[in-house]
């Protein structure tokens, strides 16, 4: 279990774009289970939708993807090298996550090798899926992000 702290040391995202807020369980390397509580009080929601308010896809998506670092960084950061989103496969969005909702984030690793991992991923609330599919990752030296070509 990872309290909203030890998160901290682990991911690089702060808020408002920070999307996990526990960790449930880990195995380093190999799963996370992590939790998200979803607000009315967070930013997007004055504009998707006023009326209406939905979570965006691509920030659950970012919640799982945060949550999948997680397993990737379980027992640290290394500072010369951050994990970026590299392929969102088959995710399929069952129903709409709203405010006042808890989601729980299941990832499991199913490839990892050479700085590449994918994991599938599982988003519940209330014991029911809301999303679901595959995200793949690698490993990219920081500061080559950011060098002139």
Known sequence: MMNIIEINKRIK???PFQ???KVIEVVPGESVKALKNVSVNEPYF???FPDSPIM???LVIESAAQSCSLAIEADGTDESRIYVLLKVKDFKFVKPIIPGDTMIIDCKKTM???GLFSFAVTVTVDGKVRAKGELMFTAVDKESI???E
């Open 13 to 15: 995202q702060r808020p």
């Open 146 to 148: 950011y060098a002139e």
């Open 112 to 114: 990892g090798a050479s």
């Open 19 to 21: 999307m996990v807020d």
């Open 46 to 48: 004055v504009g998707h």
């Open 56 to 58: 965006p896809g691509v």
